[in-house]
């Protein structure tokens, strides 16, 4: 059988991702409070479980790079998703906080192994000439998870409890995302050729990577960004919670970060390509504390639905900041070594958030403060992002 175009392996890959992103990271706030009113356990421990889980995805993302980089991004795709598919079944049966952290440091390499930065890894590596327009299509998609997300997790965990909720979205998972992902990565294992004469200044090796200033203030500036943006996500429930909203009028507002992000991913395919990656990074990273500081203090639906198209609008252009600057920066000889080292360190901090943020609660006054503290990291990141010169 020959293998899939261009177009439909991005397809694939983008249908995967919506998926995926949709299960094992957004879905997570939908099932704290059903878990707590359930099994009676504190938000703490639930929130230390997901923090197990993003710790996990930071410490795999290097070595899950490294398989890349030596040609395995299929079998790390497809075996990804179906470590993803057993660990939701493993979810839906927990029944002491062990079984949870024990599932959670499985589906946190499951992360390190299906979200993004493995896929934009095989499309730089597959398609050098074309790999920003399968980044882009990738995002432009998987910006609808948040919004799939969110509805969809309330709808069935509504209907059939925390624990059938998550027998659908596991099935769903080995059902659909397994196959694709083995389809869309047929033929032979591509890994990057030797550097070129021409490409020599470009394609750094990730010891140079990690000697050059550039590659510690970028890390940096990604980091607090994941670091504020976790905490934001999996608190973003009982954040609403604590205005007085309802589940309902919670999603009436967070069912626009999706579209949101896709509009400024489509904004930068439209209009925007001749503009430098780096000031389109900038844009996302002092946007995103500027609608941190909107959902903190606002209290009527205007001014959340506001915090909500500038919140979408940054977050969905991060990834292709992120995912675009890379390459450009170092090259792509190594790209899955470099990525996967600079990702690690920002998943580690994302790992802390959500306990983090919860011991925020202990010390201040409540998520209006903690929201604003975000934001402050947000500013220091965008501060940090703008120091970062390109290599010479």
Not at 6 to 11: E, K, L, P
Not at 331 to 340: A, N, S
């Amino acid at each position: 059988m020959p293998a899939p175009s261009f177009r439909a392996t991005v397809a694939a890959l983008a249908t995967g991702q919506i998926l995926v992103w949709a299960a094992l990271y957004y879905g997570y706030s939908s099932f704290v409070l059903p878990m707590m009113r359930d099994l009676g356990w504190s938000k703490a421990t639930l929130m230390g479980a997901f923090t197990l889980g993003l710790a996990t995805w930071g410490a795999a993302t290097y070595a899950v790079g490294s398989l890349i980089d030596r040609g395995h991004g299929r079998r790390v795709l497809t075996g990804g998703a179906l470590l993803a598919g057993l660990g939701l079944l493993g979810w839906s049966q927990v029944s002491e906080p062990w079984m949870l952290y024990a599932v959670w440091a499985l589906l946190g390499a499951t992360m390190a192994m299906t979200l993004y930065e493995p896929a934009f890894a095989i499309l730089t590596l597959r398609e050098p000439e074309r790999y920003r327009d399968g980044i882009t299509a990738l995002t432009l998609v998987g910006g609808f998870a948040s919004t799939l997300s969110f509805p969809a997790c309330e709808w069935l965990i509504a209907g059939l409890g925390w624990r059938m909720a998550l027998v659908v979205i596991a099935v769903v998972v080995l059902v659909v995302v397994v196959p694709l992902h083995a389809w869309a990565l047929q033929g032979p294992a591509i890994v990057a050729g030797p550097k070129k004469p021409a490409d020599e200044r470009a394609d750094a090796t990730l010891h140079e990577a990690l000697r050059h200033p550039t590659f510690w203030l970028l890390t940096l500036a990604f980091t607090l960004y994941a670091f504020a943006s976790a905490a934001l996500w999996a608190h973003v429930m009982p954040a609403f919670e604590s205005k007085g909203w309802s589940s309902a009028q919670a999603l009436s507002v967070l069912v626009w970060i999706g579209p949101a992000q896709v509009l400024g991913r489509v904004v930068f395919v439209a209009a925007l390509r001749r503009v430098p990656l780096r000031a389109v990074g900038l844009f996302v990273l002092l946007g995103m504390p500027a609608a941190l500081v909107l959902f903190a203090v606002a209290t009527s639906l205007p001014l959340l639905l506001a915090f909500a198209l500038l919140f979408g609008l940054a977050n969905g252009l991060v990834t292709l900041v992120r995912g675009g600057l890379v390459p450009e920066y170092f090259g792509r000889t190594q790209i899955g070594r470099i990525g996967g080292a600079m990702s690690s360190m920002g998943l580690m901090a994302r790992a802390a958030a959500p306990l983090a943020a919860a011991a925020m609660l202990l010390a201040l006054s409540g998520y209006r403060d903690v929201m604003l503290a975000m934001a402050a990291l947000g500013l220091a990141a965008a501060v940090a992002f703008w120091l970062a010169r390109p290599p010479g």
